[in-house]
């Protein structure tokens, strides 16, 4: 039987992840890189190779909104890791099933259109997606081109956590607590299983501290409930977007300051969070380096809000048995992780500093009542696990 190749593209607001994985018994990533800082003279590409190559190229050349010229670039890589190999599937990381999308599902155009409608629900992710899409379809058209979705693995949440108290025609209208970083979850549950089963099978809480951030509330392997709601604005701060909001605050910028919408969601979206509250940065990296008083507040805030949800999910789980850091702040700042789990003892979180500050799997002391765990997220494997899936199915229907 000849290898399958399933490529796995993730297209954020100024980064394309991609992977590449070969399919024999089993998916094996051969390939793995991203586009960063696209739309800035700074932005590069790099990428590591089955064959131990290493790409690191300059490619400010990229037009900023151009994902298919980027798009470009990761063929070219593509084509050298693999000469003219076939990609069998593709699948691609898509911010927002609405209602309709509950799992992962082939892309015909009617799908694409249908999704388009999704855009101004996900303004950051799902153009972006859709485009990468697109230009997928182009360059792979005997490839069966997957969209899976971050909503999807919160879509049986319980009504209290799918809701917002408006009058009812809002539900049925799909206005909608739907919650995000779905594959990420996915993936920490599968790991949790491999790793811990025991944890798996109880009260969890995944931390995913990226530049979007979230928390997600999870009883038997499935999500229960998440920080994030209607649109990836929602929740925890994040490095530029504000999270929590008293929706008072939108109505006083429109209505008395005279902001106009646009002025308001950029300001929403690219200005607030860590980045608007340091004056500075949305890198965590750069405020802990800077320790500014402001750049301090900022990472205050943060803590202090994904305390206060941790709180909320204990109580939605009637308790807890384990908490995961996952994302690039997650599984990487280590003093982060202290900072959120200090004082909880009286919940059960002991952390083990030596480990934690070493970044082991398990984290906590060996009397923590409550298990804590850094797992490496991992969106690609979960992409190409779905992707591959279909794939398998098409074939052998
Ligand atoms: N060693 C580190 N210490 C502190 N923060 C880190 C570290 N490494 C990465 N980060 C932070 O992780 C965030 C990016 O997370 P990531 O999950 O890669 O984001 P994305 O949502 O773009 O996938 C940035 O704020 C970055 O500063
Ligand atoms: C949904 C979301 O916030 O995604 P990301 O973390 O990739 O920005
Ligand atoms: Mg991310």
């Given at each position: 039987?000849?290898?399958?190749h ?8 100024s ?213 994030m ?30 902001m ?12 607030s969070?860590?980045?608007g ?47 995961v850091?996952?994302?690039?702040i ?40 409550i ?27």
């Amino acid at each position: 039987m000849t290898m399958r190749h399933v490529l796995t593209l993730n297209a954020g607001s100024s980064s394309i992840k991609f992977a590449l994985f070969e399919q024999d018994a089993e998916l094996v990533e051969i390939l793995r890189g991203q586009i960063e800082g696209l739309g800035s003279a700074a932005a590069k590409l790099t990428a590591k190779l089955n064959d131990g190559m290493v790409v690191d190229e300059r490619i400010g050349d990229v037009d900023a909104a151009d994902h298919e010229a980027a798009l470009g670039r990761v063929l070219d890589v593509l084509q050298r890791a693999i000469g003219r190999a076939a990609v069998d599937a593709v699948g691609h990381r898509i911010v927002h099933g609405g209602l309709a999308f509950t799992g992962p599902v082939v892309i015909e155009n009617d799908v694409l259109q249908r999704l388009e409608t999704l855009a101004p629900l996900a303004p950051l992710h799902q153009p972006h997606n859709l485009s990468a899409v697109r230009a997928a379809q182009r360059a792979f058209p005997d490839a069966l081109q997957v969209g899976c979705f971050d909503t999807a693995f919160h879509r049986a949440h319980p009504w209290v956590n799918d809701t917002y108290a408006l009058p009812r025609d809002f539900y049925d209208q799909g206005i909608r607590r739907y919650g995000f970083h779905g594959l990420s979850y996915e993936y920490v549950v599968s790991r949790l299983k491999e790793i811990a089963p025991q944890d798996e099978k109880g009260r969890v809480v995944v931390m995913h501290l990226g530049n979007g951030a979230s928390m997600c509330a999870i009883r038997d392997g499935r999500s229960i409930g998440s920080s994030m709601g209607f649109t990836a604005l929602d929740g925890l701060p994040m490095g530029t977007r504000c999270g929590q909001l008293d929706p008072g605050v939108v109505l006083y910028l429109l209505q008395e300051q005279r902001m106009t919408v646009e002025a308001v969601a950029d300001l929403l979206y690219h200005h607030s969070g860590l980045k608007g509250l340091s004056g500075l940065s949305q890198d965590m990296r750069e405020l802990e380096a800077a320790g500014t008083p402001e750049a301090l507040q900022a990472i205050d805030y943060f803590v202090d809000r994904i305390r206060r949800e941790l709180g909320a999910m204990a109580a939605i789980l009637s308790g807890l048995d384990t908490i995961v850091f996952c994302g690039g702040i997650g599984e990487h700042a280590w003093r982060i992780r202290a900072r959120i789990c200090q004082n909880f003892e009286w919940l059960g979180i002991e952390l083990d500093e030596g480990r934690n500050r070493a970044g082991e799997t398990v984290i906590s002391s060996d009397c923590s009542r409550i298990r804590a765990f850094v797992i490496n997220t991992n969106e690609e494997m979960m992409l190409a696990r779905h992707a591959a899936g279909l794939l398998a199915e098409r074939r052998s229907g």
